[in-house]
């Protein structure tokens, strides 16, 4: 069983309406020892870092209030943009966060055959200078929004940008993530697929941390035990859960 959802948006992001409160309540329900707090952190003005206080104080009363019932960590997904890389690592500096993602939302819409291409591209420029991250969130997110989804992407024609990825991660002391939004939508799997997990276990991966990326409370946990299954199935044998920025090992 998956114990900790370290992907969870609440009203802080621009695209969530719900309390944090409500979030940790289904956390609670749903028999998780961890729920870390990740909203939406994007410059120049998308997100919550012009309320980072309110979010510290809210996480942190709740975080007393919860306490003998489930760890709340404070996290940040943070929108990878070259153009803000420095106001980004000030931010994070600054301020104490427990976690954060890293993840790539652009996307060049160019011609189809380029857009899995150019966003693979676009994640690895950004990583190779940018370090101040944890995991890198929902590595191939963009079959969301390319023009068929996932029905031209095959994970194979990207192995050697996506190996690049990975050293880079991997030598940073930094993971990934396994995000089950994708279970919520058309193409009904986890981001990243199957074979991109299987190439970072092989490249010496170790570090995944599980997140639902919910939005709302019926969404915390969502589809855990598929990736349970699917973490044993490659021959992992732990997640992480992360505190101080730090990742402890959870054996599943
Ligand atoms: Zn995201
Ligand atoms: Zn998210």
Redesign the pocket.
């Known amino acids: 069983m998956i114990l900790a959802d370290f992907?969870v948006?609440s009203n802080f992001s621009p695209d969530s309406k719900t309390n944090i409160y409500d979030q940790i309540i289904s956390a609670v329900d749903n028999n998780l020892k961890y729920i870390c707090l990740?909203d939406?952190v994007e410059f120049p003005d998308f997100g919550f870092q012009n309320y980072v206080q309110d979010y510290f104080k809210e996480l942190n009363d709740l975080k007393a209030e919860f306490k003998s019932k489930i760890n709340i960590l404070i996290g940040a997904?943070v929108s990878l943009d070259f153009r803000y890389h420095e106001q980004i690592s000030d931010f994070l500096q600054k301020h104490k966060f427990d976690f954060v993602?890293a993840?790539q939302h652009s996307i060049r819409f160019v011609p189809e055959q380029d857009v899995f291409y150019n966003y693979f591209e676009d994640m690895l420029k950004n990583i190779a200078v940018f370090t101040d991250y944890s995991v890198v969130?929902?590595l191939d997110y963009v079959i969301r929004y390319a023009p068929n989804q996932d029905k031209n992407f095959d994970p194979d024609d990207y192995f050697d940008l996506l190996t690049q990825i990975f050293k880079i991660i991997i030598k940073q002391n930094k993971g990934i993530e396994i995000n089950t939004?994708g279970f919520r939508r058309d193409f009904m799997r986890q981001h990243p697929h199957e074979k991109i997990l299987q190439l970072y276990k092989k490249l010496g991966g170790k570090i995944i941390t599980i997140g639902s990326?919910a939005h709302n409370p019926e969404h915390i946990a969502y589809e855990f035990n598929k990736v349970c299954d699917l973490l044993k199935k490659i021959g992992f044998d732990s997640y992480a859960v992360f505190q101080n920025r730090i990742p402890k090992f959870i054996k599943i």
């Open positions: 992907h948006h990740t939406h997904e993602i993840s969130g929902h939004s990326d």
